[in-house]
């Protein structure tokens, strides 16, 4: 069964949308078509966090609101989820009432708004810490829920002062006691039809199974598939690429599943990076960091591990990490499986092994074993929200006081996600607390990479600092305490001790 409209949730009552054109963002429909200009653009990118809208869906039986842009978003991607804007949330909003919600009531408290543009997108990323339900918040977590919000003119303290204080009593407005009816309307919505929207030339699809999304795919295999939009709406929205068909992901059943052993972790394609970061933080907190460090928390709730991987970018995060715990890629096109290692996967500069109709099925994997040491840095301008200048991955496995294996893959230097081989190299049978081993592979680097140019930061820039990243992972690996070599993330208080 096929059905021709998107469905949603908002203020208690389903929305049915039949007709809109394939490519039109949730922003756009939201103040263009609905006059809700309460939620604003600045930056159209996913960068400023003024677009910011909560979507509440269902996980593991709970219903959970995330933050999302709905600058880079598309319309079609809120089909089955639950829909709040700035405009949702005073209470007496629809009677013309002035009471505000608590979120709002703080912000006036300390002063947290001046000229107010980013305030209603301020408001939804506290909304939905708000609801996370984790306490007591602190500064630290209020700091990560408001990563992807810029204010220019307010400044941050009154705001961060405004979550700590709503957030030091659990939520109290109304929303948990809607939450089972909600449930209730979001499960009546998910109907495991496929979704058609537009005609043969330019359509907004969202298959529910993968066998549908083969078969749709097959048929239109230049259709852009899309996992969360969180680089494709930039597309859209900067490059105006003249995109027509559109294969949403995010409903086809079981590519959202994790799938958590001893030995291996699998994500499916569609797994959301906010849902990702537990998981493989838990292989190590390394891993941890750089995911808390992933865009922020609206480009997590919506960007996927297979589109991160998909997109081959030379600077995607997860690629280089992935590489060295020696992860799987599973792909599916038609009826046909097959699995690769993930580093075989990118050919050339945005040139994947990736062939007409396939699509990622999972990302597979392994764990760490027994001897093994990772460690992950990433390099960027700025802390928060920011794409790697470059990012070095390591792991080694250490016996007796010899290394007898070592990975160690680089984002940023090269064309594509890859694989330092003379550096591998050069650690190979060397003892682990020899500093003098520790340079002579950081000087194998420049057999690996001639490092990339760019805006980002020079090759030489790149060299240095790759270089240094070898030398410190290796002594923080022989015994020297992070504490020493670091200024955050420190793995003496995180849980994975070695
Ligand atoms: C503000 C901002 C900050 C960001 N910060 C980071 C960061 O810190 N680190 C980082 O690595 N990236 C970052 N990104 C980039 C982006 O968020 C990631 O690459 C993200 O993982 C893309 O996933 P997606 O699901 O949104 O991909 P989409 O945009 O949906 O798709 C990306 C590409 O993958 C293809 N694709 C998607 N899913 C599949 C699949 N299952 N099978 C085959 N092809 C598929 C699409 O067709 C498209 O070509 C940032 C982006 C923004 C806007
Ligand atoms: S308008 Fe800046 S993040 Fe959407
Ligand atoms: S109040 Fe002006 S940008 Fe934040």
Known sequence: MTRSSIRFV??????????????TTLLDWLR??????GTKEGCGEGDCGACTVVLGRERDGKLVYEPVNACI?????????????VEDLAPGAASGSKEL?????????RHGSQCGFCTPGIVMSLFALYHEGVRPVTREAACDALAGNLCRCTGYRPIIDA??????????????ARADATLAMLRRLDDAQDVFVGDEDAFFAAPASEESLAALLAEHPEATLLGGATDVGLWLTKALAPLRKFIWLGRVHGLGDIHDSPEVLALGATVSHARALEPLAAIDPDIGEVMRRFGSNQVRASGTVGGNIANGSPIGDLAPMLIVLGAHLELRGGSERRTLPLENFFLAYRKQDRRKGEFIRSLLVPKPGPGDHVRVFKVTKRFDEDISSLLMAMRVTIQGERIVMARVAFGGMAATPKRALAVETALLEQPVNDGASWAAAGEAL??????????????????QVGKNLIVKALAEIAGAPSSATRIIGHRETAHAAE
């Not at 263009?32 to 200009?37: A, D, K, N, S």
């Not at 809120?78 to 709040?84: F, S, V, Y």
């Not at 919600?101 to 408290?109: E, G, R, T």
């Open 10 to 23: 908002r203020r208690g009552r389903v929305v049915q949308v039949d007709d809109f054109a394939p490519r």
């Open 32 to 37: 263009i078509e609905q006059r809700l200009v």
């Open 73 to 85: 978003l598309l319309l079609g991607q809120i089909d089955g989820a639950k829909l709040i804007t």
């Open 101 to 109: 919600h608590p979120v709002q009531a703080a912000l006036v408290a």
């Open 163 to 176: 979550a700590l204080d709503v957030c030091a009593e659990p939520a109290a407005d109304g929303s948990d």
């Open 446 to 463: 420049a057999s690996d990479f001639a490092p990339l140019d760019d805006h980002r930061a020079s090759a030489a820039y790149r060299l």
